[in-house]
């Protein structure tokens, strides 16, 4: 005997007007409301997770291009966060990234007070002691 | 737009031509400074997607040197599709095939894995010595500098320069040298 398996297919139409958030899904997600309000739910929650992860991208963003400009100018973005924080220069990277596209006479000025910062002054124990002294190792 | 805005809008929206001569100089490492000239995260008006990249035309690949026993030990796989079609191919073996590959490949893998890979990839021109076409030579407008120094051979100094450097001592003619 020829036993008929029935299937039970969500086939109702939308019950309410087209909205925007399924408006350019692919087959039933589109038409029918069942199937398509799970995909729904799922791109209301992406779209509340994506606020979080615009503001990291964003920032991302910004460090690529302060660090680009740091390397045009011939220093380091670490070193210039660094002498921003010594100098008590209150800049966010919104700001810097800012400066280094649309002001870039003022972003060459951090850049110098940059490498001054990292100059060896003639005080300084980091660098090379004077000729003609003779420490043997102990300064 | 007036000149000098125009000279502006130029220099920064014009894409360069950078040449990168990589004879004795090590590919990962190369790669490491390739990259973002490909990119475009080298400009402060860098984004992904808005097609910032420049061209690099990279020479001499076939004088790449990698570091240590890298060209005995590293392995490139490929797999064409087929069943039992994987193979392991060792540099040296690979650089005698094809001596654009090796760099080609580090390039590849150092990109991000993205769909504008591929594009960027198309614009990096790769020649094994330094013949290239009239029509690249023409649109390279920069050069990269190198990374590791490359030491001019003795013999390729001119002979009165080499016998007039000074010297402090001289062995005598009779001298042997043994």
């Given at each position: 005997?020829?036993?008929?398996?029935?299937?039970?297919?969500?086939?109702?139409l939308?019950?309410t007007?087209?909205?925007?958030t399924?408006?350019?899904?692919?087959?039933r997600?589109?038409?029918c409301y069942?199937?398509?309000i799970?995909?729904?739910?799922?791109?209301l929650?992406?779209?509340?997770l994506?606020?979080?992860l615009?503001?990291?991208?964003?920032?991302?963003l910004w460090?690529?291009r302060i660090s680009?400009?740091?390397?045009?100018?011939?220093?380091k973005y670490?070193?210039?966060k660094?002498?921003m924080?010594?100098s008590?220069?209150a800049?966010d990277r919104?700001?810097?990234?800012n400066l280094?596209?649309?002001?870039p006479?003022s972003?060459?000025?951090?850049?110098l007070?940059?490498?001054?910062?990292?100059?060896?002054?003639?005080?300084?124990?980091e660098g090379?002691s004077?000729?003609?002294v003779?420490?043997?190792?102990?300064? | 737009?007036?000149a000098?805005?125009?000279v502006q809008?130029?220099?920064?929206?014009?894409r360069?031509?950078y040449?990168y001569?990589c004879?004795?100089q090590n590919?990962l490492?190369?790669a490491?400074k390739?990259?973002?000239?490909?990119?475009?995260?080298h400009?402060?008006?860098f984004?992904?997607?808005?097609?910032?990249?420049d061209?690099?035309v990279?020479?001499n690949?076939?004088?790449?040197a990698?570091?240590g026993?890298?060209w005995?030990?590293r392995?490139?796989?490929?797999?064409t599709?087929?069943?039992?079609?994987?193979t392991?191919t060792l540099a040296w073996?690979?650089?005698?095939?094809?001596?654009?590959m090796?760099i080609?490949k580090?390039i590849?893998?150092?990109?991000?894995?993205?769909?504008l890979?591929?594009?960027?990839?198309a614009?990096?021109?790769?020649?094994p010595?330094d013949?290239i076409?009239d029509?690249?030579?023409?649109?390279?407008?920069?050069q990269m500098?190198q990374?590791?120094?490359?030491?001019?051979r003795l013999?390729?100094?001119p002979q009165?320069?080499?016998?007039n450097f000074?010297?402090?001592f001289d062995?005598?003619?009779?001298?042997?040298i043994?």
């Amino acid at each position: 005997m020829f036993v008929m398996w029935f299937v039970k297919v969500a086939s109702s139409l939308m019950r309410t007007p087209k909205s925007r958030t399924e408006q350019h899904y692919y087959g039933r997600k589109q038409n029918c409301y069942s199937v398509a309000i799970k995909y729904v739910h799922r791109a209301l929650r992406y779209n509340t997770l994506a606020r979080k992860l615009r503001k990291n991208d964003a920032r991302e963003l910004w460090t690529t291009r302060i660090s680009a400009g740091c390397t045009e100018l011939g220093t380091k973005y670490p070193d210039m966060k660094l002498m921003m924080d010594e100098s008590s220069i209150a800049l966010d990277r919104n700001m810097l990234q800012n400066l280094a596209i649309w002001e870039p006479r003022s972003f060459r000025a951090l850049a110098l007070l940059t490498k001054s910062r990292q100059e060896v002054g003639l005080n300084s124990l980091e660098g090379p002691s004077p000729v003609g002294v003779v420490t043997r190792g102990m300064l | 737009m007036s000149a000098v805005r125009r000279v502006q809008q130029w220099a920064t929206f014009g894409r360069m031509w950078y040449l990168y001569d990589c004879k004795w100089q090590n590919p990962l490492d190369s790669a490491d400074k390739i990259v973002p000239y490909l990119d475009g995260s080298h400009k402060p008006i860098f984004h992904p997607l808005n097609d910032s990249g420049d061209h690099v035309v990279v020479i001499n690949s076939r004088d790449i040197a990698f570091p240590g026993d890298e060209w005995e030990k590293r392995v490139y796989f490929h797999h064409t599709g087929y069943a039992g079609g994987a193979t392991w191919t060792l540099a040296w073996q690979l650089h005698e095939a094809d001596p654009t590959m090796i760099i080609r490949k580090t390039i590849y893998n150092k990109l991000s894995k993205n769909l504008l890979r591929r594009g960027r990839m198309a614009r990096l021109h790769i020649f094994p010595d330094d013949k290239i076409p009239d029509s690249i030579l023409k649109n390279v407008s920069g050069q990269m500098r190198q990374l590791r120094p490359v030491p001019r051979r003795l013999d390729h100094y001119p002979q009165e320069q080499v016998e007039n450097f000074p010297k402090i001592f001289d062995w005598p003619k009779d001298h042997v040298i043994n």
